[in-house]
């Protein structure tokens, strides 16, 4: 088995990536969704983040206030470490997540961890990789995406790219990096192209 990181920049088209690996065969874990999960109504973290940030955190039906959050942990008046402690909550049960989630496909060829914060926690994480791969685009097309797309404000898209990693800490990372502005066929091809070559691998072992 061949195990890959996959990670880019918020907005950076590291989603439409890891769909196309998808369609090829890869098993995917995705830590958007184990992160949704171990935060949803009856999720492990849940307790915790109120424990730890108040019941503000949560709405008035009991789920969590995901604006709110974002506002206290990558707003610009976010109180220092605020991110760190959710991180304390969220991280281990999350890596334990993903680790069922693998363990649920012994037979793939390559199994893609589709992790956004990849560089600020691969030397923390209970994974290594054969292959790390960001994907990219510059900042001003990534702020017009959210913007366009997510409902934000420039302002809080900004916020949101100030509090991850930046461009050169993720290459620094990755032996491949795939850029979201050229042609999606283009880009289709080069994932395609690092595909096989990851099957390929798997194959010699």
Known sequence: MIRIGLTGGIAAGKSTVSARLRELGAAI????????????PGGAALPAIVAAFGPDALTADGTLDRAWMAGHV???????????RLDAIEHPLIYRAAADVESAHPDAAVV?????????????????FDHVVTVEAPED???????????????????????QSTRAERESIADAVVD????????FEAVDRMYRQWEAEAAER
């Open 29 to 40: 874990v995705d830590y958007d969704a184990l992160a949704h999960a171990v935060v949803a």
């Open 112 to 128: 893609v961890h589709d992790v956004p914060l990849l560089a600020e926690v691969i030397d923390a994480m209970p994974f290594r």
């Open 141 to 163: 097309v990534r702020i017009a995406r959210m913007t366009a797309t997510r409902g934000m404000t420039r302002g809080q898209a900004a916020d949101r790219i100030r509090h």
């Open 180 to 187: 979201s502005t050229q042609p999606l066929e283009r880009m």
């Open 74 to 84: 990558f707003g610009a008046h976010a109180e220092p470490g605020a991110r760190e």
